[in-house]
């Protein structure tokens, strides 16, 4: 099933691509957003996520036709549970995309064979893409470093699939950091990242886990996403991100911000003393002679003289 769930509006707006996700978490998006979905008929897990499945570009020009939009200025694939071989598919054929969101869903086989690597290798260059330091231990505060580099988001329970590696086991081969564990409640989650990459680690292994992160992991992620890149339910206001350099010359230089913290107390402190001096002197020199000396001497400029 390939199809429009929300045209949004405005000649230029962002694109939301669902992969098994049907809708979900569209209060949290600007009105503007288009917002398109894709089933899976895929038979086997590994294979492919559908022979029907468009590649972006087609899938791009298809989205623009049915919503009436000119172009989309972002465009995010977003997976859930098996939905995520659909976003694999798109960064395996080389389409990348503004952010990825992937809920609750990326596996691979059990067997770490030379046959099987590709499905490793595919994410490993995604976030590499994503200005992961896949070497480095990771942060344990999820964010954005980088301003100008694509994102990539990863949820997971702690489900343990009896034929391929759960999520977490998957992520930690992904990215070496073998140390990841679950969160200790589906409130508090662990979180690893580096770069524009965050995995969010979650408990408990029932159906019920998974559908907790359909229900509400995917929908919180996906408005943070969003407000991220500019399009969150509150509107086109940007969220705070840290960017990896400063700017370039010509604009202002992240690393003078500090400087005003000082430099404004310090200029207001300088003009004070000015204006006092200023009238100081002001003051001293109406007087008559006599008593403009004894008024200086007063205040230490003459040394006491008369």
Known sequence: ???????????????????????????????????????????????AFSAGNPELPSLVEQAKKASGASSFDSVVLLGFSAGNQGVRLQLLHGHYPSATLCVDGVHSSTAETEANAWQIEVWR??????????????????????????????????IQPPTYTS??????????????????????????????????????GAAKDHIYQAQVVLVERLGELATILGFGAGGPQKAKAKPSLAKKKGGGADWLEPLFWWYGPMMAGTAASLMAA??????????????????????GVLGGGK
């Open 278 to 299: 200023t009238m100081f002197y002001s003051w001293v020199a109406t007087r008559p002679r006599g008593a403009r000396r004894r008024r200086m001497a007063m205040f």
């Open 125 to 158: 260059h995604w976030y590499d893409l994503c200005g992961a330091q896949l070497g480095l231990q990771p942060s344990r505060t999820a964010g954005v470093e980088y301003r100008n580099a694509p994102i990539a988001w990863v949820t997971a329970s702690n």
């Open 1 to 47: 099933m390939v199809g429009l769930i929300q045209k949004g509006s405005g000649d230029v707006r962002p694109l939301v691509v669902q992969y098994f996700a049907a809708g979900s978490g569209l209060d949290r998006l600007d009105p503007r957003t288009c917002v398109w979905g894709v089933g899976s008929t895929a038979p086997g897990f590994f294979a």
């Open 167 to 204: 999520v977490i086991e998957t992520q930690r081969r992904i990215t070496t950091w073998v140390q990841m564990e679950p969160g200790e409640s589906p409130s508090a989650p662990n979180v690893y990242s580096s770069g524009n990459l965050a995995i969010w680690t979650y408990p408990g």
